[in-house]
């Protein structure tokens, strides 16, 4: 069986049904035991503009977008003017008829969608799935995923819209096979019968975190971040889980904060302006010692900056946010299938040193769509750290809420949990949580703290290398820009190169010892990010003395992919560490 | 078992100017708690910043003594997650007018299940007589030196506007009312608030105990029926030779609480010290 590796855009004004299409050719991708990328490209407006989707589908794992297109299915005029050209020779436009254009070529199939969307489903809205019918049609699917798809997609909204949509695609399969007189090159492999979860970056995040046993999120929308919150919203009511959308993002850190000290595994989840506002709250975990999850999906800044778009533009703001010094962990997932476990686990590291815990994706993350394998659940671990027993707090005189211990960290009871009072402040304090002055009891609570990090940096998650043995040229990068760089690799290694991605899926405590072996010897290392100043390349170099010798940066808020990082390369890079 | 109010005693010292009202205050919270056969570990206390955040470190009780404004949304979360606890809400007028504004606001709304004490001395104490939300106009303080440009709010006719479910007003003066209305307010379901007027003898030379013993008076006494929304506005916007206190606004018919609303009437604490992971096995193969 020959590898394939296809790509399929679909284009259109916002509110056209440009999601619909592509979740139904997604979909039956993934039954088809395919691997996908499916990434969207929005403007931050609900109607009108001009969107796409594009969707990826290979006999292998991918984790990026192609530059060339195998499909484009074209709503609009717009899609036709702005993405013809990104056709690969042979590539097929299936353009909706309604549109009265000159036919863009040979290869073209001008299809009446809404027409045969009213005659076939009796709306004319069906013409979404006469259109993903035609283009399963022309990519040579197997039709029976593809009406299972729709049976599954639309089940939920009842059965007579699951037939009527049915009905349609079949409309579209029918119409393409009689009238498109071009020919298409995809031969889509059914190459597995397991069933693939098909999930977001952000739906990831969310299910790691109800894995973890999170009991609590509060948050205020800001994309693209608000798919985590609204995932977990859904849930409450089959779930333990209290949801609160507050007010502004200061009372959603604050409301996170009472909860996790009240006991409850707490969490909130922002871009970049909300998390500006949480800073006070971050400080104050930060000083009483509070566990609690910050899932910070960054966006372009600064200010508002470009709402629906991506960037990796807050790794050090979060690292370096809030008044004082206080240990912090920040985690980086790379796909979504890291997401789900690095949120899963992001509550442990949270309650057992008793820190803020950063989860860091971005918008080409959080939006894009992953096949994963489903998740063994049963290999979630829950660990609360050191929690005093409803046993050992009976026997206590008084609880210490702050006791100073060699790790510094103190043994957590919960308010209510027996007959001790438990004190937590925001003033410096003593091991009681009583507000003190004094120098040397400062100095030492301010110790202990700081040795939390300590312990933290012994267990960091190891950057992770991937490419040639003794490498030449290592891409130091972290976040999805992985995907970019792995491509980028891969291809350039099948040239004979000896190139190696170092990424790291965590960046604090930064693992400085394990940076220096895997980046020691090459002779070149690219830092390659989506920024404008080369965050982790300074990191690195804050970090370890060592400063890579140049980057590849993107900064104009859509996502790099292979292509760019190797001709960026080609092209000298750039050097933003002057 | 009776309980004390003593056992709400820290042994610490207490950092209050002598003649403040807070120590009025904290005595009578600490009479009516222990009143109500409360102990201090079922009792949690958010408190502000401000002199009487203090009340935080003052009292023996679970505590959360947060940041300037943000105590609050901090009893929001906390509430709403361990139902074991009776949360109060502690803070000054600036911490709750200014700083904590947009929060009062939307805990109002919600109908937290918190009791709401704002120790309101129309300056503010801690930071050395600046002007708060409630000074005087044309009061001088360091901040205004030639006299406060701005009318003092009324937090009163702002929580009746929010229909807040339980609005009142005390003295810090008067420990009998005072401890009256708390008693009802730590008893009732949902949002309770209560402005507690006190003097500032370092840093209030206007707005004195005399001054103030001098013009309230009781509008539960004159007859005032908290049920009446509207006759409460209208009592509220007094102000001047005459203060009106007491309990301007109660629900009539009892309100759902935030917890329940949240929660779906669910009401059993979602968090304890074992936490089990959630089943999420049905959700996780809604993506399959």
Known sequence: MADHDYSVKVGGEAGQGINTIASILSRSFADQGLHLFAYQDYYSRVRGGHNFYQVRTATYPVYTFSDNLEVLVALDKASLDLHAGELNPGGVIIYDKALEVETPGDNALPLPMAALGKKHGGKEVMGNSVAAGAAWQVMDGDQTILEQTLGRLFQKKGSAVAEANLKAARAGADYARDNFTGSCKCRLQKTSDKKSLVLTGNEALALGSLAAGCRFISSYPMTPASGVMQYMARQTRRLPLAYEQAEDEIAAINMSIGAANAGARAMVATSGGGFSLMVEGLSLAGMNETPLVIVLGQRPGPATGMATRTEQGDLLFALHAGSGEFPRAIFAPRTAEEAFWTAADAFNIAERYQVPVFVMSDQHLADAYYTVEPFKLNKVVIDRGQVI??????????????????????????????EKCVMVPGNEHNESGYSTEDPVVRTRMQDKRMRKHKAMAKEVKAP??????????????????????????????????????????????????????????????????????????????????????LAVLKYDGRPMNATYVLNQIENGGVFPWQ | MAVEPKEYNLDREITWCPGCGNF????????????????????????????????????????????????????????????????????????????????????ARRNIDVTYMVHNNMIYGLTKGQASPTSTKSIKTPTTPQGNPLEGLNPITLLLGLKASFVARSFAGDKEQLRAILEKAIQKPGFAFIDILQQCPSFNKVNTFKWFKERVYDINEAGHDPSDLKEAFRVALEWGDRIPTGIFYEDPEPRPVFREAVLGGEDKPVTTSEINPLDITEIMEEHL
Request: proline share 4%; net charge positive.
């Open chain 2, 24 to 107: 009025a205050i904290m005595d009578t919270l600490k009479r009516t708690l222990a009143g109500l056969g409360l102990s201090p570990h079922q009792v949690l206390i958010v408190a502000g910043i401000g002199q009487a955040g203090k009340m935080g470190q003052h009292m023996k009780a679970n505590t959360l003594h947060v940041l300037h404004g943000r105590l609050l949304p901090v009893a929001t979360g906390a509430g709403l997650v361990n139902n074991r606890l009776k949360v109060l809400a502690i803070g000054g007028d600036g911490d709750g007018y200014a700083e904590g504004g947009n929060h009062l606001i939307h805990a």
């Open chain 1, 389 to 418: 027993t409803d046993n050992e707090l009976s026997q206590m005189e008084t609880y210490n809420r702050y006791k100073i211990t060699e790790s510094g960290i103190s043994p957590r009871a919960f308010m209510g949990q027996g």
């Open chain 1, 464 to 549: 992770d290398s991937y490419g040639a043995n003794n490498p030449d040229t290592i891409l130091l990068t972290w976040g999805s820009s992985y995907g970019a760089c792995r491509e980028a690799v891969d291809r350039a290694n099948r040239q004979g190169e000896k190139w190696q991605v170092v990424s790291f899926p965590q960046l604090w405590p930064f693992p400085a010892k394990e940076a220096m072996a895997l980046t020691g010897k090459a002779e070149r290392v690219i830092s390659v990010e989506m920024n404008s100043t080369g965050q982790l390349g300074r990191l690195l170099r804050l970090e370890t003395g060592r400063q890579p010798d």
